[in-house]
Nanobody, 117 residues
Framework: QVHLVESGGGSVQPGGSLRLSCAAT????????MAWYRRPPGPQGELVAR???????DYADSVKGRFTISRDNAKNTISLQMNSLKPEDTAVYYC???????????WGQGTQVIVSS
């Protein structure tokens, strides 16, 4: 089993910044790509950013230039630096981890981000 725990969420004004972190514990030898997803108010979630074990990154168009995903393989953590936050970024943000042969095999509990004035 792999356990993922997110932290760093909170409430900020538009234009502000937050840094989310996700720590993985357990059977971390099997981890490959990791990602951040978010679920705004409503039924459908979306991919925010993902990062391979080698550091290759992909971003949703809506966050390019504002968010940066990174990882520390030695510590089994990923981070999401969020700058120039907009009200549309309000969502619960989830950390996800792939294992060999299975995409999004593990999920964290989520951390709330609220952007409002």
């Amino acid at each position: 089993q792999v356990h993922l725990v997110e932290s760093g969420g909170g409430s900020v004004q538009p234009g502000g910044s937050l840094r989310l972190s996700c720590a993985a514990t357990g059977s971390v030898r099997r981890l490959s790509a990791m990602a951040w997803y978010r679920r705004p108010p409503g039924p459908q979630g979306e991919l925010v950013a993902r990062i391979s074990i080698g550091g290759y990154t992909d971003y949703a168009d809506s966050v390019k230039g504002r968010f940066t995903i990174s990882r520390d393989n030695a510590k089994n953590t990923i981070s999401l630096q969020m700058n120039s936050l907009k009200p549309e970024d309000t969502a619960v943000y989830y950390c996800s981890a792939d294992v060999q042969g299975l995409k999004c095999a593990y999920w964290g509990q989520g951390t709330q981000v609220i952007v409002s004035s």
